[in-house]
């Protein structure tokens, strides 16, 4: 079945390290997003790909980096930068079809900073 | 700054009470508009979406949410809660001609057996 993988579910991480988030999908879906949920803050976009070796900041995109060198991979880097760094981060593909839009969304990862 | 707004952080219903969860945007010209629903401990959920036509729209579960252009709104209603429906409830837009959803901050429901 397609859809998208959001690897690994729990992270932990310590004080000034970067870690990675994985967000793989087979959908064949041209753009993909991340998101930071918190509590009464709604979801925040944080970074979001159109296309292949191309993407743009989002709303709160300060202590974050990614990458799109594959169509279907889309990680994210939370950087010793990032002030607040606990949170759900969930990631999203988009398909954009005869004028209407289509999101799908990964399971999510759980970052805690330790 | 262009935004998404819900009106209420928290509501607490008895079973069989009705629903309505107000929304509303800042977005000019055409727009897509979407509710969410998360399920403790589960991913987000597409209750409804509304592109064009029809204004008054029905999703899953017996929800249904009306667009009104004119007060750039799209509340979502159900006209009798269930104790299963305790969640959170997140309306989302995207504006016109981009590609990127912007999300309301979520109401939580709770509903009273």
């Known amino acids: 079945d397609g859809g998208i993988t959001q690897s690994p579910k729990y992270l932990f991480r310590k004080e000034g390290q970067n870690v990675t988030l994985s967000c793989e999908q087979n959908?064949?879906?041209?753009?993909m997003y991340w998101y930071r949920q918190d509590p009464g803050q709604g979801l925040r976009l944080i970074y979001y790909?159109?296309?292949?070796?191309?993407?743009q900041k989002g709303d709160i995109a300060e202590g974050y980096s990614v990458s799109r060198e594959k169509k279907e991979s889309f990680p994210l880097t939370v950087t010793s930068a990032q002030k607040n760094p606990t949170a759900f981060y969930l990631c999203?593909?988009?398909?954009?079809?005869?004028?209407?839009?289509?999101?799908?969304f990964g399971s999510g990862t759980r970052l805690t900073v330790v | 700054a262009q935004s998404v707004s819900q009106h209420n952080h928290h509501v607490i219903l008895s079973e069989a009470a009705s629903l309505e969860l107000g929304c509303n945007y800042s977005?000019?010209?055409?727009?897509?508009l979407f509710w969410y629903v998360q399920y403790p401990g589960q991913h987000l959920q597409l209750l409804l979406k509304y592109f064009s036509g029809d204004p008054l729209v029905k999703g899953i579960k017996g929800f249904e949410a009306e667009f009104i252009k004119s007060k750039f709104s799209f509340n979502l209603r159900k006209p009798s809660v269930q104790w299963s429906d305790t969640a959170e409830y997140f309306c989302a837009v995207i504006p016109y001609n981009n590609n990127d959803m912007r999300f309301g901050a979520g109401t939580r429901l709770t509903v009273k057996p």
């Open positions: 977005y000019g010209g055409t727009v897509n």
């Open positions: 790909s159109q296309i292949v070796n191309d993407f």
């Open positions: 959908l064949n879906h041209d753009a």
């Open positions: 999203a593909s988009s398909i954009d079809r005869e004028g209407w839009k289509g999101y799908t």
